[in-house]
């Protein structure tokens, strides 16, 4: 946003919180408005306005509440971290049509964010000849983790706390005969690569 948008996003968010008007009175009278004024469109300047506007109105309905904020002073920083993710997401979701048609973008979720893994008992069973491919149960379900995607869509999300790195997780992926064959041949690679003897599946 330019400066006249940015002029426009602070009246209209002091007008929601209107305990900010004192605020930056205090603030006038101790000669520090101006840089904390200029800080913030910093702060904003590569923000949509439109973006920034929303935000302020979901907080002035309470749709939405800023979590970090300990004062007025931490709005900006906070309300650009969601519109950062408000823009990432469109991004996303804007190339997901081609031709009009919608198509998926990350094999691996299927664009909703997160994907499953092989829990570590599942590796060591397959490391140990004694994982039971029939049971289904016990592997997606009970065995697996949920961790965030890769992707985009992954990346916005702050939950589950674990993120998937195919460097040390295999995918359930499918839940079919072809994720058993993934972890047969990721646990193969892990044991070539360390020796047998060293090889030792550790919690993620
Ligand atoms: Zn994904």
Redesign the pocket.
Known sequence: MIEAEFNSWLEAHMAAFPGMISWAEKLKKLGHWNAVRSSWLRVMGDVEVNDALRVTEDLARGDMAIKNAKSFGDHAREIRAVCKGMASRRKHHSRKMIDGQPTI???????????SIFSVDSMRDEANGTLDRNDWYLHTRARSLAVR??????QCRTFPPLQFDPAKMVSTRGMSAEAFDRLADFIAEWKRRVGERLFQPTEF
């Open positions: 973008g990350c094999l691996e979720c299927q664009d909703c964010g997160v994907t995607c890769t992707c985009e869509e992954g």
